[in-house]
């Protein structure tokens, strides 16, 4: 068993070094713009990418269940669905410079995920299979949020550029407003069902298993405030239709509360975390 | 019997546009003097590219000196003018210097304005000119198919096309920048002039539509709109268009600011989430500076607009940079191509020549056993393949290590003369 710990381990440090050295090019890329830098963090996210894969899949293997129970388990899904999404959403809306602002909030959730969290185990009573569908939706969520984040840090960025009317190499490397703001919502359009129907689901089983709604949990209540926040930003775009900039200022609102979440499950003991 | 790849002829740099001019040709006669140079066995291959900034012969010949004194004699004459009158214009390179040349020519990097789209096109023309006139041999192939993916790959990996150096093609990719796409995106220009007007044609060239016209002389307003297929409006009406559009233009002789922080604030609330976008020409200036304060505004008055032009020269010029390292390290990877294109006849008539022979020999021994089974004849077969390949190893070995060092030609030599093979196969002559 502790054998089998350590191969898991080592495929995701590999998988974690990949995903530094992609940072590094990627960011090397928005400063200096040379092709090779591109091509080498994109080369290194896809490597990293299948290394974390194989760990995913070695930790399920040696644990006999699904990898989603812990909280670092969960943090490593929750980047390793980051990655697919950014390499999709690099090709598909062809901004490379993603890569520069989803690398660095994944490697920073990488590397705090060994050290800083402990390990979480779930507490014997919410063990269901409510909880599987209920975690695996809220992570595919939380993934597509970290695009989400990473595009509305871009369009801040780019949007201070066209007001200064000062431009320097971010303006050139960023693509136009327009795309980060299509981008933006896309993501948030992607993750909000999820996180939706993963809080739900969490709500619905915590009624029944804990006799009460909202437990006093707070996890459970960062969540829901998290979730006001992202609902708030679609309703604003939706019926409101926001300009860009404000849905921006919450979604990097939303995602900090995200992280916030994460870490009061850490610090502060409750129900999900024992 | 060496051949040598060359380029020469003169350019923007090298010569007064009046010779330039007079030595370009049309496409007939270009067609001509390939056909003529060619019958007369001048050059092994000949491409001709003729543009108005530039005349010059790319060709692969044993002396290239009289190659091309030829093919500018042949190109003055259709003129009348005489090799001597050309000569001191002329500029030539041979090998390295001449490959560097085409990849820099055919990606815009020796044009007048570094860049431009259009070169690349020209050169391909020429060369399907040239290989319509059966002129074009393995080297030129070679030569001009990477050259024409090295233009590519500047034109995609760098932005040196795309930054633009002129204010009214500044402010259209700064649209672009706030937009994305410019399709639909409607416009107002407010008053008249030669920038404003030619931004608003830019504007439309990619995809704005409506454009309305505003002046305060109605006639003037009408003949604009006609002139740029426009739609005028009355100056009264400019605040209720100013919600409508997504771009306004102004370039006014006002003394007085006619577009008020007001006017944009109103101007925004209506339109829930589409940014506006000002371009400011007039000076003294016609928008408010504070516009640019109110969220979703963006204002650019000429002195930002002349601002964002500096950074776009200070970009290009890293970007053309970038451009030359990026063909300079093509150059590179096409001399170790050139050298093995050097090399690939002599060693597919090495391969031929002993296949040949275990053919025959194969088909003599086969003769002798008239009762070889189905497994007789394979293991033949498999025995005098296996001692062909071993045979050939290490010959084709040498000629390619040779050749990527730099002396091929002697080791072409040596194996042709071993094995008998037929002289003038290897190389890059003909």
Redesign the interface.
Known sequence: MTRALGVNAILYDVALTAYIVAMAAALGHLVR???GFWRLALVATQAGWLFHTMAIVVRGVELGRLPILTLPEIVSVVIWAAVLLELWAERQYRVRALGAFVLPVVVALGLVLPTGLRSLALEPSIRSAWIWVHVALALLGLAALVLNFAAAVMYLL?ERQ??T????AV??RL?????LD?LSHRTLTLGFPFLTAGLLLGVLWAGAAWGSVLAWDPLALFSVLMWLVYAATLAG?TI???????AAYFAVAGFGLLLLTLCASVLLQGKHGA | MTTTLFVAGMSHRTAPVELRESLALEEDKLREVLAGLAARGVAAELMILSTCNRVEVYGVAEAPGEARAAAFRALGAHRGMTLAALEPHLVATSDEDAIRHAFRVAASLDSLVVGESQILGQVKDAFALAQACRTVGPVLNALMSQAFSVAKRVRT?T?IGR?AVSVSSTAVE?A??????LEGKAVLLLGAGEVAELAARLLMEGGALPLYVANRTPARARDLAEALAGKAVAFADVPAVMAEVDVVIACTAAPEPIVRVADARAAVQGR??R?LFLIDLGVPRNVEGAV?DL??V?C?DVD?LQ??VD??RR?RQREAQ?AEA?VEREVGRFLVRLRDVEVVPTIVSLRERLEGIRRGELDKALARLPDATEETRQVLEALSQAIVNKVLHAPIEKLRHSSRAGHGLRWIEVVSEVFGLRRGSGGRDR
């Open positions: 713009r040379r092709e780019q066209l007001k009317r000062r431009p320097s303006y050139y693509p136009p407003l327009e795309t299509r775009r409101g239709r926001w300009q860009g900039r404000r | 990996e932005e930054l700064l672009r920048k706030i937009f994305g796409s829930r989430a940014p640019n969220d979703g963006f650019y930002d601002q964002v950074a776009n970009e970038r990026l």
